[in-house]
């Protein structure tokens, strides 16, 4: 009988981050969940229970060594969150800004790399990150809110990883759906082809719970390794498309390298 892995998930209440939780708490057999939040009280809410929960800030390299101590596998699903400034003005766009210690600087490229220098001096032999698609355009609206350049900080993360010699996946998902998963065709590219050409003219978008899926399964798929990649989704109801299950056949199409 194989020895379950050691699965270290950061970002762990957030939306994507609390499903790929509960699915590896389904599978036992495969995984052992060691999740990492800040807030015991929304964990507690989320999960029933703080077992195999720790706490603390990617922002303090110390709380992640401790606790990435014995796991072999590291899925990063931290980001940082823009708030908005106030009511907008009727007819006005809503400005936005981020707190000024969680910046995207902080939290997406200077928050990654404790989290993969943490696991590189724990013996962590796989990373998982989950990003967002829009990286390669420094003019992406994204980078404009709060002028936090949060795509631009996530793209130095990820080559980051890539240096660093760790074994990485990295996924960069579409616009995300709070929607069910296992419905839909998946599509893969790179380089935000996807985003300058839409297949068909789709929309560039996916549900969470398919991108949970896909890390999941990257955790058990060893042609997953060493990949980067985009990712979205055919519309649910989209004539001709077959529901993604070929996990293997998934990946085969990824290449690696930023």
């Known amino acids: 009988m194989t020895t379950p892995l050691q699965v270290f998930v950061t970002g762990a209440t957030g939306r994507t981050g609390s499903l790929v939780c509960q699915k590896l708490q389904q599978h036992p057999q495969q995984f052992t969940l060691r999740g990492f939040a800040r807030n015991s009280e929304k964990v507690q809410q989320l999960f029933g229970t703080k077992d195999n929960f720790f706490f603390g800030d990617i922002r303090d390299p110390k709380t992640l060594i401790k606790a990435l101590e014995g796991c072999s596998t590291l899925v990063i699903l931290t980001s940082a969150t823009p708030q908005m400034k106030g009511m907008p003005q009727p007819g006005m766009r809503p400005e936005f800004t981020f707190p000024n210690d969680e910046i995207p600087q902080v939290i997406d490229y200077q928050g990654q790399v404790n989290q993969i220098d943490a696991a590189k001096a724990s013996g962590v032999n796989h990373i998982v990150l989950v990003g967002s698609m829009g990286g390669t355009n420094e003019n992406h609206p994204l980078n404009s809110l709060g002028n936090g350049n949060i795509l631009i900080w996530k793209r130095k993360a990820e080559q980051y990883l890539i240096d660093s010699g760790i074994d990485y996946t990295i996924i960069r998902a579409g616009g995300l759906l709070d929607q069910p998963g296992g419905k839909r065709e998946l599509l893969v590219g790179k380089n935000d082809t996807m985003l300058i050409n ?39 109801d989209a004539p001709g498309t077959v529901v993604t299950t070929d996990f293997v056949a998934l990946f085969a199409q990824t290449t690696p390298g930023l």
């Open 198 to 236: 839409p297949p068909d003219g789709i929309p560039t978008s996916i549900p969470r719970a398919d991108v949970a899926e896909v890390v999941v399964q990257a955790l058990l798929e060893p042609n997953a390794r060493n990949k980067a990649f985009d990712l979205i989704s055919q519309p649910e």
